[in-house]
């Protein structure tokens, strides 16, 4: 139970104690929302993940390096809604424990009730806003990289230890052990490609070798054998060998960056040395005006929040109708932003949309709440909201 008035105004030492109070009862249902929905939200994009380090034989390490890298833009989508959440929560709860009541009556405005809440979603604001415009830029440009190591890993496409692997018709390849340090160890090559010249090469070591344009197979203490028209088999020992393998490992390996993985000055201004379709330029457009705008929904929500749940009398039958109209409103409102945000790509003129319906929610609400006039108790209703909450709720002095 938290703190109750016992009589009177509230005095100054009072006031900063509920203050207080009130931001810890909505700043720990905030970590708990936000921690459940990015969890859900990370096995999901594991699910992504988990396809490309199974099809490319990564380690477990792997997969989970480049889901964490994922996070940030994930926790960014996240934020507003796991901010409303928990003001609706902690707003609800304190009312049914009378505290809201308690504290209405005693002479604390609704304002002064909310400022907590609305300072919770000024700093996610101020959060979202380093992770849009710092954070996600930096992670996701990290994950591009491991990316594209794991397409680009040859040693996972050409061989796997004690398997027969066909990395491309005709051609068949075998190690038995596959040391950390990436050296084959007895490796068998069976090459095919060429119908006139068959051979096969056995090794004890071997080790993958690529640069920017050649890709190639180093064998180490082996010999090749080629079978002879009749019927021989013709055997050459050697302790070097270098086979090419360019023309079946032909891998893309220049990192190429998505809109998401840009930091803002390269979507709003791009390089004019790169070729930028028309298309191009609006999504980039599009991603970095809404990297700007999102984070007012966190202090948007919150707004909406108070305004359902701070104004108006006490129901004694709870805000159930309250909360349930609050939620819609405020799921609807964060949809048709991720709506204006998709639609930009394709129209520049809705960017300015991106913000102006964050904004017009804040001011909307933000007047509602300052107005004084709609929100003062007469006498007896005061006084007969007074008496009813302290029935119910006990005497506990603020210290």
């Known amino acids: 139970m938290g703190p109750h008035f016992v009589t009177g105004t509230p005095n100054a030492t009072a006031m900063?104690?509920?203050?207080?109070?009130?931001?810890?009862?909505?700043?720990?249902?905030?970590?708990?929302?936000?921690?459940?929905?990015?969890?859900?939200?990370?096995?999901?994009?594991?699910?992504?993940?988990?396809?490309?380090?199974?099809?490319?034989?990564?380690?477990?390490?792997?997969?989970?390096?480049?889901?964490?890298?994922?996070?940030?833009?994930?926790?960014?989508?996240?934020?507003p809604l796991a901010v409303f959440m928990a003001a609706i929560y902690a707003l609800n709860r304190m009312t049914n424990d009378s505290e809201l009541v308690v504290a209405k009556a005693n002479g604390v405005s609704p304002w002064s009730i909310g400022t907590p809440v609305l300072r919770l979603g000024v700093y996610a604001l101020l959060l979202h806003l380093i992770i849009n415009l710092l954070v996600q830029p930096l992670s996701f440009q990290q994950m591009r990289k491991e990316i594209l190591k794991v397409r680009t890993d040859i040693a996972s496409q050409m061989v796997q230890a004690g398997e027969f692997v066909t990395p491309a018709p005709e051609l068949t390849v075998y190690t038995r052990e596959i040391m950390p340090d990436g050296e084959l160890r007895d490796v068998m090559i069976h090459d095919a490609r060429d119908p006139n010249s068959i051979t096969t090469h056995t090794a004890k070591t071997g080790r993958l070798q690529r640069s920017t344009s050649f890709t190639s197979l180093v064998l180490v203490n082996g010999s090749v054998q080629t079978p002879l028209d009749d019927g021989g088999l013709d055997v050459v020992a050697f302790e070097t060998y270098q086979l090419d393998l360019s023309d079946v490992?032909?891998?893309?390996?220049?990192?190429?960056?998505?809109?998401?993985?840009?930091?803002?000055?390269?979507?709003?201004?791009?390089?004019?040395?790169?070729?930028?379709?028309?298309?191009?330029?609006?999504?980039?457009?599009?991603?970095?005006?809404?990297?700007?705008?999102?984070?007012?929904?966190?202090?948007?929500?919150?707004?909406?929040?108070?305004?359902?749940?701070?104004?108006?009398?006490?129901?004694?039958?709870?805000?159930?109708?309250?909360?349930?109209?609050?939620?819609?409103?405020?799921?609807?409102?964060?949809?048709?932003?991720?709506?204006?945000?998709?639609?930009?790509?394709?129209?520049?003129?809705?960017?300015?949309?991106?913000?102006?319906?964050?904004?017009?929610?804040?001011?909307?609400?933000?007047?509602?709440?300052?107005?004084?006039?709609?929100?003062?108790?007469?006498?007896?209703?005061?006084?007969?909201?007074?008496?009813?909450?302290?029935?119910?709720?006990?005497?506990?002095?603020?210290?």
């Open 16 to 79: 900063p104690v509920l203050q207080r109070y009130i931001f810890s009862q909505a700043f720990l249902p905030a970590i708990l929302s936000l921690s459940a929905l990015a969890l859900l939200a990370l096995l999901t994009q594991s699910l992504q993940t988990l396809d490309l380090i199974v099809e490319n034989r990564q380690s477990a390490t792997t997969f989970f390096y480049i889901t964490i890298l994922a996070l940030p833009q994930l926790i960014g989508i996240i934020l």
């Open 249 to 399: 490992v032909a891998l893309d390996n220049v990192l190429r960056l998505k809109s998401s993985d840009k930091f803002l000055h390269d979507l709003l201004r791009p390089d004019p040395r790169d070729y930028i379709t028309p298309k191009t330029r609006r999504e980039l457009a599009a991603e970095g005006h809404a990297r700007l705008a999102s984070p007012l929904y966190n202090l948007a929500l919150v707004l909406l929040t108070l305004a359902f749940l701070l104004r108006g009398q006490h129901s004694k039958l709870g805000n159930g109708r309250k909360i349930a109209i609050c939620a819609v409103t405020g799921f609807s409102i964060r949809l048709i932003g991720f709506g204006l945000a998709s639609s930009a790509e394709g129209n520049s003129g809705l960017n300015v949309a991106q913000y102006i319906l964050p904004i017009i929610v804040i001011l909307v609400f933000l007047a509602y709440l300052m107005n004084r006039g709609r929100v003062r108790f007469g006498k007896k209703r005061a006084g007969a909201a007074y008496d009813t909450a302290m029935t119910n709720a006990p005497e506990v002095k603020l210290s």
